[in-house]
């Protein structure tokens, strides 16, 4: 057992050399703040939505895009209408948007909608300089398509901005969610933007430059992590992810531990899909071109999960061994029952940082904001069995039932009680 002890400790050391430097991210993120840029010309923009059953959200999504601080004249705004079996369709078109409707049993998933999406649109005859990509229950400040704007006009042909919450407060899952999303804003992209490498998209909320598209022939990310494949495809390609801090987007977190866990489950998947196909890729360009991107890439997409898997099965067998030969299991439990204070112990730091730096901007009561501190390791270290079950389960996507029907002029008017 004590070589269990010490495999539990060498597997511990892995995981702090591997994520050392996001240390220096959080040191950044807290100092830095991100620089600003401005606009001298107003560019034209298609805002791509893929809604699956989506009729309880999609109408105020649409409505805060309609009512941005930009002239109304350069935005269309286009919903596909993907395998719907309620009135999605039907709203977004009363709502003022230009719906396609798309069934298919054997093509399914987010990034296939994309793709007949963007083709709809390019068969339409109308051009655009750019695209937006939101997903069915966000919503949007009044002022983001006016700051990504500024981004775009500066030659940037990725941007991705700030992820906040419309649920934090609903229970410990939907605030677990949106801790993670706040710390990927602020401590990841931030910094990255900060210090000129990648950035990364993160599922929803992001502009993609026309030209990118067309040299693609359209989309064409399929995994079950489409949003992951796209950030390590325009790694490989050259392609600089930035950051408009600027520009803040709310969505809808999952409050069902079931939901959440066929979510997240697909998300472990989709990793270990885009680390199949990509990372052999990453690593050559990162020993090539000494790219830092490359490894940020590696390191986000790989090295918890199978940190995560080898730890629980050493510790199995290690219990297995033990039951076996009647030996001791104090030691093994000991070992065990220290990797997970520890584990909590580092993501309750990352809950206080992250909390304490965007507080103002955190949709809750100060006692949910504080409790959410100490649920959020619970929260995370749930990843372990799903992490296990990703290797073995054949995942397929699944839409997550969105129900907060909440308008942007709600959240704008708690932001301004607030400040």
Not at 266 to 275: D, H, I, P, S, T
Request: with cysteine; aromatic share 12%.
């Amino acid at each position: 057992m004590e070589a269990v002890k010490w495999i539990n400790y060498g597997i511990a050391a892995t995981f702090i050399v591997c994520y050392l430097y996001q240390i220096v991210y959080i040191v950044v993120g807290c100092l830095k703040k991100p620089k600003k840029v401005s606009a001298t010309n107003n560019h034209r923009y298609a805002v791509l939505i893929a809604a699956r059953n989506e009729e309880n959200v999609i109408a105020a999504l649409i409505q805060s895009i309609q009512r941005q601080d930009y002239p109304s004249e350069l935005v269309d705004i286009y919903v596909i209408a993907d395998n719907c079996s309620d009135r999605t369709a039907e709203i977004a078109r009363e709502a003022g948007a230009v719906v396609f409707e798309r069934h298919s049993k054997e093509k399914i998933g987010k990034g296939y909608a994309l793709e007949a999406l963007v083709r709809y649109v390019w068969a339409s005859g109308q051009t655009y300089e750019g695209y937006f990509v939101f997903d069915a229950d966000n919503l949007i400040d009044a002022n983001y398509v006016r700051e990504m704007n500024h981004h775009f006009d500066q030659g940037q042909r990725v941007i991705t901005g700030y992820r906040n919450s419309k649920n934090y407060a609903d229970n410990w899952i939907s605030s677990g969610y949106s801790l993670w999303f706040l710390r990927e804003s602020r401590f990841l992209n931030q910094p990255r933007y900060s210090l000129q490498t990648s950035c990364a998209v993160s599922g929803t909320g992001f502009l993609v430059h026309h030209d990118i598209l067309a040299k693609n022939g359209g989309w064409k990310h399929f995994l079950l992590t489409e949003d992951i494949e796209f950030t390590a495809d325009l790694i490989l390609n050259g392609e600089a992810i930035t950051y408009c801090s600027t520009a803040v987007l709310y969505d809808e977190q999952p409050t069902s531990f079931s939901q959440s866990w066929h979510q997240r489950l697909r998300w472990a998947k989709g990793y270990l899909q885009v680390f199949r196909r990509y990372g052999i890729r990453l690593f050559e360009r990162l020993m090539s071109k000494k790219h830092f991107a490359c490894l940020d890439m590696i390191l986000t997409i790989m090295p918890a999960i199978v940190l995560t898997i080898v730890g629980v099965t050493v510790n199995v067998a290690g219990g297995i061994y033990a039951l076996v030969t009647a030996d001791t299991v104090m030691v093994l439990v000991g070992s065990m029952l220290q990797m997970l204070l520890n584990t909590y112990g580092f993501l309750f730091l990352i809950g206080v940082v992250t909390s304490i730096a965007e507080w103002r901007s955190i949709r809750a009561p100060a006692s949910r904001k504080i409790a959410s501190v100490f649920t959020f390791p619970i929260f995370m270290m749930t990843y372990i069995p799903i992490s296990l079950c990703a290797l073995f389960a054949n995942v397929t996507w699944q839409p997550i039932i969105h129900s907060k029907t909440i308008r942007i002029h709600e959240i704008e008017k708690e932001s301004t009680a607030v400040a």
